[in-house]
């Protein structure tokens, strides 16, 4: 029997094999990233779908598609968010249709430390602000709790088209507030095909492998409601793993992640204890090189550094024993900082447009 994945558990997944094999993802084809001018394309972060041959299709031919992702409203985001929000502005640059939910009922219903829904509508607050610092814009983004009730109708559809059995399959047991947060997932990811929004059409939402039982939930749900919907496709990423080994980054352990409202002192802290791959001795790390798989701030540059010369460059020396860990941390401290001293600015420039989002 398969193992289940656990879309709330903070252990980050490194069998990528196991879960191709148990649940059915395809490998993402290689011809189809090298068409994508995308880092996460380029460097291999982008690691398996579930039909985005379709989406490609449209990209190529610039016929219409939705773009769908959402993040919980239950703290600040960290660069680990950036990741989603980093790809949904890859495909709102290719032309989409797009919809951002900052999804203050999911937190709500979902999560322990989010005791009261004015709690999660104050975090979508700061949620906005860096979604817009990062590139996004006032239409691409709608708060859950605001939506019109053609979504909630859907959502109480979607409701009656999974079982209890079905549900402890994918899931296992869980409680009420995860049941009610999945259905608005699933409608989340589904309304945009209706006819009161965008009508029919191939639709993309990326995610990370921790987060596919929603993705095969969803896509069986599509198939069995009364209305002509295209199957939505997914593309999944390697998780960003946290600074500490083993971890995914996580908001309830400041420490395994570095967050978009870190200050500069902070950063350095977090970056100067992250786990590394250098050797034990100078001696050994000139000799063998440092282990670049297991290095978390060479992870952290291989996701958002933005010059890929540059970051080969820094693969290549540290992996020769070239470049030591000290140097290649101080490389990222300064990059970090000052690209989160940008984001805060500008962050802080659209908290007006973010308060009229929630509050209005």
């Not at 598609?65 to 989603?84: E, R, W």
């Not at 109708?153 to 049941?179: Q, R």
Request: proline share 3%; with cysteine; glycine share 6%.
């Amino acid at each position: 029997m398969a193992k289940r994945i656990d879309a709330w558990g903070s252990e980050a997944i490194t069998n990528y094999e196991h879960v191709f094999k148990e649940f059915g993802l395809k490998k993402f084809p290689e011809a189809i990233a090298k068409e994508l001018k995308h880092r996460f394309f380029e460097r291999g972060i982008v690691i398996a779908h579930r039909d985005f041959e379709k989406v490609s299709n449209c990209i190529k031919t610039k016929k219409p598609f939705i773009n769908m992702t959402g993040i919980a409203a239950s703290g600040t985001y960290h660069l680990g968010h950036k990741v989603d929000i980093d790809l949904f502005k890859f495909f709102k640059d290719n032309g989409a249709k797009n919809l951002f939910a900052v999804c203050d009922l999911d937190a709500y219903c979902s999560r322990e430390k989010v005791q009261t829904l004015d709690a999660a509508k104050k975090i979508a607050v700061s949620n906005i602000a860096d979604a817009l610092a990062l590139g996004l814009e006032e239409q691409d983004i709608y708060l859950q709790s605001k939506k019109p009730a053609r979504y909630y109708t859907l959502a109480f559809e979607v409701s009656k088209k999974i079982t209890s059995a079905t549900n402890k399959a994918i899931y296992g047991e869980i409680d009420l507030g995860k049941v009610g947060a999945n259905i608005l997932q699933y409608a989340d990811i589904l309304h945009g095909q209706l006819p009161e929004f965008y009508g029919k059409m191939p639709s993309v939402t990326g995610i990370g492998l921790d987060q596919d039982p929603h993705a095969r939930a969803t896509r069986d749900i599509a198939k069995r409601l009364p209305y002509s919907l295209e199957t939505p496709s997914f593309i999944y990423f390697k998780h960003e793993s946290g600074l500490m080994e083993g971890s995914k980054m996580s908001s309830s352990n400041p420490d395994t992640a570095i967050f978009l409202n870190d200050s500069p002192k902070e950063v350095e802290r977090k970056i100067k204890k992250a786990f590394t791959g250098g050797r034990n001795t100078l001696e050994e790390h000139r000799k063998l090189g440092g282990v670049l798989k297991v290095d978390k701030v060479y992870e952290m540059l291989l996701f958002h550094y933005p010059n890929s010369k540059e970051l080969a460059k820094i693969a290549d020396e540290f992996s020769i024993g070239k470049m030591l860990s000290r140097e290649m941390k101080e490389i990222a401290i300064e990059f970090f900082q000052g690209f989160l001293k940008e984001h805060q600015r500008k962050a802080k420039e659209a908290m007006p447009i973010a308060q009229k989002i929630v509050f209005s």
